[in-house]
């Protein structure tokens, strides 16, 4: 019966802004999202909603304006120290899944949704775009997506009616997993992780894609122009951008950010098979520079046996519209 | 030579040495296609284009402190306030920052700017458009205050305050943009710091400055039938103030009277009071009498107004009762 | 997407350990009397001026803050020059008149350190709008803190600056607090770099504590403003070791947040992580370390046995 709540205040901020065309995500259109959520799950009848407390106390300025009859009656922040860095995020998808919450709904792009993955695997999670690069969040309006995941997180939609399981991908560094990526990870010729953001191809040695397609954007757009992988295909693929080229592909890596990529080959990867990293540099996660490999490092990468639970909400919706939870018959 | 008005002197300083000198520029709110709230830029945009004569926001901070930077780093603007009473919004970038430069930075700063704004009562614009605030840029080391009262005059100062390595607040008053005069057609420089002996005389020195010159002319015509003979000083700038012009013409007349439009009390007025009292008290034979408005905000009702601003009548009275 | 150059890298390790060692030494001097007035240290915040900076030529221009310190050093100020200011002595960059809160070097584009927050935001864009029309492919950066954010001058001149589309950057170093105003008090924003939208340029929030992070984000705002493309706001997420100034009490923050921010001190950061890159060794480190001491060291000696103004010198330069 508990949902959980982690809205990310510095999500939508990196420096895509300047070397790409990305939107400035200003914390208080996230309020207002947090209010079309809370609205949403109180319509489902969800009683408790724990939260990830944040800088901009984005949860508590949205009660501010919200009256209490139309949010769940209990609305609780999780306690512990916050660092103001990816880590809160991690900690608080840890916590929600402690204390047993049924689904988690995150605000945030790519990278915030990777962050909450990584706290917790066993979460399904449902997770809003409010970033730059989305690919795993969607663009759908709050107030439905609160209402979706509630009526799974009460129980009047079973979960397994609501949700598809994501294929993820997972690193490995010396045979053990370090980390994972939810839609994409990029070997960069980089020694730095420096301000994150990837958006120069010519530093990019390999790709990995858990999914793919041709509307996508990001890097996963470059594979996107190449084949279909669909998020719970079991399926990903592979791509060398290292040796000659065979064929140059184009595609918008960023927003208003359109790349040329020449692809050496390409394979597609099925569940548990590992795909070796040549070389040292960064991984950069989900479009974020983020895991440094040094020279003695070996790394790989693979497609996840377990993916991660996923709210689809046009899916859980439309279940909802077929069993009328909606709609009542008059007399 | 040619008739000019106050105005038309202005704008063709600054056309001359747009024309001259490429570093020369404008900025300031309504300046471009629409010539200036008074005119005073007319022309200028369709001669020299948006790159130098620069329409700003409503900003005045911006508007000084964009002036002063510019300057720093090596143009020479020209900035414009519509009114001088805007000033109060834009003052630290004026007065803690162009002009202090120089010499927090140890010598090493220029900022060749001009602050050019219109001032002075008499137009019926009430209390925040009309005021005369000499006093407050003199009071701050690090700028030069011009004031001029002739479209001769106008333009020579002008030219000099472009050409100047310092912020140079340049005050306009509103009431004289209309007047004619003769007026060089060449460029000329009028050194700041010189005063001017506008009328000679032998009784009385009246220490003016813009309007007030034309009313103390007035007022001498009056007092010569009198048989008072009233010798005039115009400053033209108040910093640097051109001391030995005003202390030569008080040892001769023995008698000073100061007349400014602005508030009496801490004005210009005071200040070359001070002065003259300092220096050549010995040689005047009467109390110095200082003309200005009273303590008071500028008025709107019309006759108000009137009263508010020294006039022919004060002037005439205020010499005749010194003697 | 960075051009790492190991040269530069150095350089970069090298200006944020002068930054430090400079402040320590002001720290020390002003504690014993020796240094009079006010100062305002950059502690903590070293990688800020250091990462922008690296991005910028010397023909570039920045104007500062208060806490000036820093970004003269990191533009290329010089040692003696500006220890010498600080004490008061007439070897100083100023001739010891405008001391810790007015250093500028308008040879190498510093127009000067500020005393009033807010001051230097229309200055830049009088300074980007001198490139924009000389046409240089200069650019000039705007440093200001939180609390000079909520100043009208600032607003104006992100105005301004984005209706102009000058070369110029705006460089926010929040540090959290304004004196004593925490920042969450002072403004119903937490990210100053929201506030870039209202004035349709990128703003962008970067880890003020990873140099490189900075000046990356920097070195790409620096190009887009010397392509024409207009001003950006980057916010550096930092904060001041030492109270606003010396001899602030600092009542209003906890021991344990000023913890949690020297754990991230930025200097061992950046040292890691060009050792573990294999960059440089330690041993390269520790000597760019010494002899950056031995500069500040000299530094002191230096501004030690100037002069003080005589008062024939209290007059000059007051006009050109």
């Known amino acids: 019966m508990k949902v959980g709540l982690i809205a990310n205040p510095a999500s939508g901020k990196d420096i895509r802004r300047i070397v790409a065309h990305g939107s400035v995500f200003d914390n208080q259109e996230k309020v207002r999202m947090v209010r079309r959520i809370l609205t949403g799950l109180r319509e489902a009848g969800v009683e408790e909603v724990l939260f990830m407390p944040d800088s901009y106390a984005i949860v508590e300025r949205a009660l501010l304006d919200l009256p209490?009859?139309?949010?769940?009656?209990?609305?609780?922040?999780?306690?512990?120290?916050?660092?103001?860095?990816?880590?809160?995020?991690?900690?608080?998808?840890?916590?929600?899944?402690?204390?047993?919450?049924?689904?988690m709904i995150v605000l945030g792009g790519d990278g915030t949704a990777r962050a909450a993955c990584r706290g917790s695997r066993n979460l399904p999670i449902l997770a809003l775009s409010t970033g730059t690069n989305n690919v795993f969040p969607v663009m759908t309006e709050a107030t439905v997506?609160?209402?979706?995941?509630?009526?799974?997180?009460?129980?009047?939609?079973?979960?397994?009616?609501?949700?598809?399981?994501?294929?993820?991908?997972?690193?490995?560094?010396?045979?053990?997993?370090?980390?994972?990526?939810l839609v994409d990870v990029a070997v960069a010729r980089e020694a730095f992780v420096g301000s994150r953001a990837v958006w120069d191809m010519d530093r990019i040695s390999a790709l990995f894609l858990a999914r793919c397609k041709a509307d996508s954007i990001g890097l996963s757009a470059i594979g996107g122009q190449i084949v279909h992988c669909a998020p719970d295909s079991g399926t990903g693929l592979a791509l060398d951008l290292q040796g000659p080229a065979q064929r140059t592909v184009r595609a918008a890596i960023a927003p208003g950010l359109f790349v040329s990529a020449g692809i050496a080959s390409h394979s597609i990867m099925h569940k548990g098979e590992t795909f070796a990293v040549e070389q040292s540099g960064v991984l950069a996660l989900d479009g974020e520079r983020d895991l440094v490999l040094h020279k003695k490092d070996t790394a790989c990468v693979r497609l996840a046996l377990r993916g991660v639970q996923v709210v689809d909400v046009p899916k859980t919706l439309e279940a909802a519209r077929t069993r009328t939870l909606f709609a009542r018959q008059i007399g | 030579?040619?008739?000019?008005?106050?105005?038309?002197?202005?704008?063709?300083?600054?056309?001359?040495?747009?024309?001259?000198?490429?570093?020369?520029?404008?900025?300031?709110?309504?300046?471009?296609?629409?010539?200036?709230?008074?005119?005073?830029?007319?022309?200028?945009?369709?001669?020299?284009?948006?790159?130098?004569?620069?329409?700003?926001?409503?900003?005045?901070?911006?508007?000084?402190?964009?002036a002063a930077g510019a300057a720093s780093a090596g143009l020479r603007p020209i900035a414009e306030l519509m009114f001088v009473d805007?000033?109060?919004?834009?003052?630290?970038?004026?007065?803690?920052?162009?002009?202090?430069?120089?010499?927090?930075?140890?010598?090493?700063?220029?900022?060749?700017?001009?602050?050019?704004?219109?001032?002075?009562?008499?137009?019926?614009?009430?209390?925040?458009?009309?005021?005369?605030?000499?006093?407050?840029?003199?009071?701050?080391?690090?700028?030069?205050?011009?004031?001029?009262?002739?479209?001769?005059?106008?333009?020579?100062?002008?030219?000099?305050?472009?050409?100047?390595?310092?912020?140079?607040?340049?005050?306009?008053?509103?009431?004289?943009?209309?007047?004619?005069?003769?007026?060089?057609?060449?460029?000329?420089?009028?050194?700041?710091?010189?005063?001017?002996?506008?009328?000679?005389?032998?009784?009385?020195?009246?220490?003016?400055?813009?309007?007030m010159v034309h009313r103390a002319l007035e007022a001498a015509e009056i007092l010569a039938k009198d048989g008072i003979s009233v010798e005039i000083v115009d400053p033209r700038t108040l910093v640097p103030l051109d001391k030995e012009c005003i202390l030569t013409s008080g040892r001769k007349t023995h008698a000073l009277v100061v007349v400014q439009e602005a508030v009496k009390t801490a004005g210009a007025g005071a200040e070359i009071a001070a002065m003259v009292a300092e220096e050549a008290i010995e040689y005047l034979d009467a109390p110095i009498v200082r003309l200005g408005a009273p303590f008071c905000p500028v008025p709107f009702s019309p006759p108000l107004e009137q009263a508010y601003m020294p006039s022919v009548d004060k002037i005439v009275e205020a010499v005749r009762n010194q003697r | 997407m960075m051009q790492t150059d190991k040269t530069v890298l150095l350089d970069m390790f090298r200006t944020m350990?002068?930054?430090?060692?400079?402040?320590?030494?002001?720290?020390?001097?002003?504690?014993?009397?020796?240094?009079?007035?006010?100062?305002?240290?950059?502690?903590?915040?070293?990688?800020?001026?250091?990462?922008v900076c690296a991005a910028l030529g010397k023909s570039d221009m920045i104007t500062s803050t208060?806490?000036?310190?820093?970004?003269?050093?990191?533009?290329?100020?010089?040692?003696?020059?500006?220890?010498?200011?600080?004490?008061?002595?007439?070897?100083?960059?100023?001739?010891?008149?405008?001391?810790?809160?007015?250093?500028?070097?308008?040879?190498?584009?510093?127009?000067?350190?500020?005393?009033?927050?807010?001051?230097?935001?229309p200055l830049s864009v009088g300074a980007a709008l001198s490139c924009q029309y000389?046409?240089?492919?200069?650019?000039?950066?705007?440093?200001?803190?939180?609390?000079?954010?909520?100043?009208?001058?600032?607003?104006?001149?992100?105005?301004?600056?984005?209706?102009?589309?000058?070369p110029l950057v705006f460089v926010n170093e929040?540090?959290?607090?304004?004196?004593?105003?925490?920042?969450?008090?002072?403004?119903?924003?937490?990210?100053?770099?929201?506030?870039?939208?209202?004035?349709?340029?990128?703003?962008?929030?970067?880890?003020?504590?990873?140099?490189?992070?900075?000046?990356?984000?920097?070195?790409?705002?620096?190009?887009?403003?010397?392509?024409?493309?207009?001003?950006?706001?980057?916010?550096?997420?930092?904060?001041?070791?030492?109270?606003?100034?010396?001899?602030?009490?600092?009542?209003?923050?906890?021991?344990?947040?000023?913890?949690?921010?020297?754990?991230?001190?930025?200097?061992?950061?950046?040292?890691?992580?060009?050792?573990?890159?294999?960059?440089?060794?330690?041993?390269?480190?520790?000597?760019?370390?010494?002899?950056?001491?031995?500069?500040?060291?000299?530094?002191?000696?230096?501004?030690?046995?100037?002069?003080?103004?005589?008062?024939?010198?209290?007059?000059?330069?007051?006009?050109?």
């Open chain 3, 134 to 166: 000389k046409g240089n492919k200069d650019v000039a950066v705007c440093f200001f803190g939180d609390g000079a954010s909520n100043q009208g001058t600032t607003q104006e001149s992100l105005n301004l600056a984005s209706a102009w589309k000058l």
């Open chain 1, 145 to 181: 997506a609160g209402l979706a995941a509630g009526i799974l997180a009460s129980g009047a939609l079973p979960m397994d009616k609501g949700c598809y399981e994501a294929d993820i991908l997972e690193i490995l560094v010396n045979g053990e997993v370090r980390d994972l990526a």
């Open chain 2, 1 to 66: 030579m040619a008739r000019k008005t106050y105005l038309q002197a202005l704008n063709d300083a600054m056309r001359q040495e747009m024309e001259r000198d490429p570093s020369v520029f404008i900025l300031g709110e309504d300046v471009g296609k629409f010539g200036g709230c008074f005119g005073v830029t007319q022309g200028l945009f369709d001669q020299f284009g948006e790159r130098r004569v620069r329409d700003t926001p409503i900003s005045e901070s911006a508007i000084v402190g964009a």
């Open chain 3, 174 to 320: 929040n540090n959290g607090y304004a004196i004593s105003l925490a920042q969450r008090k002072a403004m119903a924003v937490t990210d100053i770099a929201d506030r870039a939208a209202a004035y349709d340029m990128p703003g962008v929030v970067v880890d003020g504590n990873d140099v490189l992070a900075v000046y990356e984000a920097a070195q790409q705002a620096v190009e887009r403003a010397r392509e024409g493309q207009g001003p950006s706001l980057i916010e550096c997420k930092t904060y001041r070791w030492r109270g606003h100034f010396e001899g602030d009490a600092c009542v209003y923050r906890s021991e344990e947040e000023l913890a949690e921010w020297k754990a991230k001190d930025p200097i061992p950061r950046f040292a890691r992580q060009l050792v573990d890159r294999e960059v440089a060794t330690q041993a390269e480190l520790d000597a760019i370390t010494n002899e950056v001491a031995e500069a500040v060291a000299a530094a002191v000696r230096f501004a030690e046995q100037s002069p003080y103004p005589s008062e024939e010198h209290l007059v000059e330069d007051v006009y050109a």
């Open chain 1, 68 to 103: 209490a009859d139309r949010r769940p009656p209990s609305i609780e922040p999780l306690v512990y120290w916050q660092h103001n860095t990816q880590e809160d995020t991690v900690r608080a998808a840890e916590l929600l899944e402690e204390a047993g919450a049924a689904v």
């Open chain 3, 17 to 51: 350990n002068k930054i430090r060692f400079f402040e320590s030494e002001v720290q020390k001097f002003f504690a014993a009397g020796q240094i009079p007035g006010f100062v305002h240290l950059y502690l903590g915040e070293e990688a800020v001026a250091t990462g």
């Open chain 2, 86 to 211: 805007f000033i109060g919004v834009a003052m630290d970038q004026l007065f803690n920052q162009a002009a202090k430069m120089r010499f927090m930075f140890g010598g090493k700063a220029k900022v060749p700017m001009v602050l050019r704004m219109p001032q002075g009562a008499g137009v019926n614009a009430a209390a925040q458009h009309s005021q005369s605030l000499e006093a407050w840029f003199m009071h701050i080391p690090g700028i030069k205050v011009c004031i001029p009262s002739t479209p001769a005059d106008a333009k020579g100062l002008l030219v000099s305050a472009i050409r100047d390595d310092n912020p140079v607040v340049f005050l306009e008053h509103k009431l004289l943009y209309g007047i004619e005069g003769e007026v060089d057609d060449d460029l000329y420089e009028i050194p700041l710091g010189s005063g001017r002996v506008v009328r000679e005389g032998s009784d009385v020195t009246i220490v003016a400055t813009a309007l």
């Open chain 3, 66 to 121: 208060h806490r000036g310190h820093g970004h003269c050093l990191a533009k290329g100020g010089d040692l003696n020059l500006m220890m010498a200011e600080i004490f008061g002595r007439l070897d100083g960059y100023c001739k010891g008149k405008g001391g810790s809160m007015h250093i500028a070097d308008f040879n190498i584009g510093i127009l000067g350190a500020n005393g009033i927050v807010g001051g230097g935001g």
